[in-house]
């Protein structure tokens, strides 16, 4: 009979990190989106929206 043992620490710093760095990338897609796709769309009322939304933020965008 053979017994492994589970290393469950260095394990789970791993799988945090990843988790982690997942949620960046997509916080940054999703504020990319915000930002630009939003921004540069073709409805005025969203465009408007938007525009007021940056100068708010102080975000410069002209």
């Known amino acids: 009979m053979t017994t492994r043992s589970i290393n469950s620490v260095g ?18 897609l999703l504020g990319t989106f915000l930002l630009y796709g939003v921004g540069f769309a073709q409805p005025q009322q969203i465009h408007d929206a938007a525009h007021d939304t940056r100068h708010s933020f102080a975000f410069p965008c002209h």
């Open 11 to 28: 394990n789970s710093a791993t799988h945090s990190a990843a988790q982690a760095a997942v949620a960046a990338f997509a916080a940054i």
